[in-house]
Nanobody, 120 residues
């Protein structure tokens, strides 16, 4: 089992920045990729970004490219999402996920989520 705890969400004005953190514990050695997803009210959960264990490979949703940066401290089992130039449409609950595979999240572990609200 892998436990994930997100933090860093909050209320920010459009154009502002937030940094989300995700602390992983448990069998973290089984996690190859870690990612961030988000779910806005009335919408399905969507992929935001992911990074592999070594940090050499990252992938972003088109909607956040150039604004968000995912990073990972493998030694400390932390994953971060730096979010800049935030827009009201970025408002959502953000979830951290950990998977033993790259770009396959069906059997991933999930955190409880952290709320991000961007005001216009």
């Amino acid at each position: 089992q892998v436990q994930l705890v997100e933090s860093g969400g909050g209320l920010v004005q459009a154009g502002g920045s937030l940094r989300l953190s995700c602390a992983a514990s448990g069998r973290t050695g089984s996690t190859y990729a870690m990612g961030w997803f988000r779910q806005a009210p009335g919408k399905e959960r969507e992929f935001v970004a992911r990074i592999i264990r070594s940090g050499d490979s990252t992938h972003y949703a088109d909607s956040v490219k150039g604004r968000f940066t995912i990073s990972r401290d493998t030694a400390k089992n932390w994953v971060y999402l730096q979010m800049n130039s935030l827009k009201p449409e970025d408002t959502a609950v953000y979830y951290c996920a950990a998977s033993p595979y790259m770009d396959y999240w069906v059997n991933a572990y999930w955190g409880q989520g952290t709320q991000v609200t961007v005001s216009s």
